[in-house]
């Protein structure tokens, strides 16, 4: 039942949201930005601009309008997803009839004059680990005789992040100083990392939450996501592999995470949901708890990832950001969100609308799709040649680190999820 | 350089702060209460009564007036360490000082009438490790061949919390549900934790932060130490020997920590600073950045501890709490709160005020210093024989764990933490 929201002939009377525009009018995310001088303000996007959804909360949903007056998501993320469905609508309706233009256009800012922020404030953050690839691949460098460890297959493996660091897209990362410790050195160093990586992830934002001591069943779970976002899990590899253990990752990876702005809602990418693919012969199927088949039959997503770089000398020979691999949800993915939520629910845990879930790095099988410098590089043992003839064994400063995702489903306009850019700094 | 404020001879003229109150006129701790129907509003704990700061915040130095109005401390623990400072010494006068006592008993309320409260928005919760002993005597459970890894001495090792799910004493605790797998077992299994445990912790609340990208110098970390609580991070073990591999724990710690309500402050604790014990011969040096001389000399902190177990048996029998075990920071703290402080910025992590840290479970080297039951029982293989003749592996539905704290130090009055207590309800 996929409504008139994402009918491929629906076009908007805003130009730039034609032809291959992150933003079509199917596509409608949610997002806080500001411009000239104003405190942060909800907006969507639409082609090029950006639509102040506060100045215009007289012609939405009454449902909506004093959540759409906060200066973040949380709010209008913990109504009922039919609120946010008729918002939707209502949106569509407004960008597609031409009879709303004088009304509406006011209020479209050009995307360049507006400032994006974080689309909500983030209670708590939580990273999974969905991507078996990147899971066997980093294991083998970390436990070459363990890559994959026993729970893999029946635990969606998931551990807490940080949630003050998280930044939107554009924040420089300042390269993160800690202490490392070499296999043959006989004592620890401290200093600039000299592994530090990126992680190309999907965010989710959770819609409303759940009671302390209560769970979610993985029935009721696609309730709960109000929508993604792109997310980069800078890690700094050299500390990570010294401090991991036995309580998993720490100072390799809180020192910045960065998401892209634009939160891209369960309602536009419904006519994207697909077919979990099937589990490879001989693995253990799901405890029941985990187990749905609604879940199995459309709870996967169809979304191509991409990662480029900009180097500094790149930029200084004009050069356009290179692509260093591009991967998707459903050659990664061995878990659906719906099980990430159930999960992390299972023993009462409460979610609040707004916090932020990670999907792990999101690798396919082959090199070319891998997520991170780690895999590419082999553990830094082969560099990566660029175009222009640098190499990459880890990110240098003035790197740029670029991500991107679309999602795609024969019949329906593709949609995009904007970019989530940021660049190294020198280490203070 | 010890004010009058830890003046032994000092003394409240309400009565009930004389004698062995946790709350005596030297503590002064800061907490959120509410009564009567009012909403939640920051006070002090003195003897037997909470005394409203926001009721008499006229009274009270200009600088944290505004500060006082907030429903939690977290801008409280924003100011500078001078402005707690000023109120400390104007609550102790006014407390101590006979002439003010007309103005200030209206807003005394009987503690028992009060409900207490969170004392902030906690941001983030990141636990760490600094218990030696427990360290070890977990490993050695974990991994028998590997009890204390070898980046323990050098990294003050700590992993992020749940923020959502910390509740202040009283609210009760409902046993978890999750996967397990035996060791024997084919496959993993679902159901309410079987071995659930207690961890005899402390809680250190943030002052003020640091932004992102830059560190907190070891030498400034006290100024970002607002003060101090008792924090049990409830565990399921089961959960976590199967789940912790490789990112850490996260379903059996998440769901649910319970933190005493009042914050013992940094500038009450003064008296109790101490020399941190000299690392045991062998251990190597900490890294320059967790160095400094006036640490060692008086980063750590004499307070004693215990644990107490009331059982629905002992309940119906109208027995009292029995306690467990009793230890000591002195005697289990490795690191101390300045180093945890530091480690956890150095990369450039930003500390928030109001965020929690835990330290770790405080286990002395003796078994009757255990903060756990998992070291009581020596992994559920021995169990504690209670008084009225019960027996525990790990805690039966029904149980209340509580703990304690007394700062101590010769020639000054002790002062209590209160208690940190909640019962366990049988899985939903």
Known sequence: MIDQTHDPKRQSWVDSAGGHSDFPIQNLPLGVFSVGGEGPRIGTAIGDYVLDLKAISGLLPTEVAPALSQPALNELFALPTKARKALRQRLSDLLSDDRHRADIEPHLHPVGDCRMHLPARIGDYTDF????????????????????????????????????????????????????????????????????????????????????GQSIDIADAPDHIAGLCLLNDWSARDFQAWEYQPLGPFLAKNFQSTISPWVITAEALAPFRTAQPARPEGDPAPLPYLSNPADQASGALNIALEVQILTEQMRSQNLPPQTLSRSSTLAAMYWTIAQLITHHSVNGCNLMAGDLLGTGTLSGPEKAQAGSLLELSDG??????????????????????????????????????GQCRAQILPAV
């Open 129 to 212: 680990y969905v991507g078996i690839h990147h899971a066997m691949a980093v294991g083998k460098l970390f436990r070459p005789d363990n890559p994959l460890l026993p729970n893999y297959k029946h635990v969606p493996i998931g551990y807490h992040g940080r949630a003050s660091s998280i930044r939107e897209s554009g924040v420089p990362v300042v390269r993160p100083k800690g202490q490392t410790k070499a296999p043959e050195a006989d004592a620890p160093s401290f200093g600039p990392s000299q592994r530090l990586d990126y992680e190309l992830e999907l965010g989710v934002f959770i819609a409303r939450g759940n009671a302390l």
């Open 380 to 417: 830094g043992k082969s560099p990566v040649t660029l175009d222009n003839g640098e190499t990459r064994r880890f990110l240098a400063d003035g790197d740029e680190v670029i991500l991107t995702a679309r999602a795609e489903a024969e019949g329906f306009n593709s949609i995009g999820f």
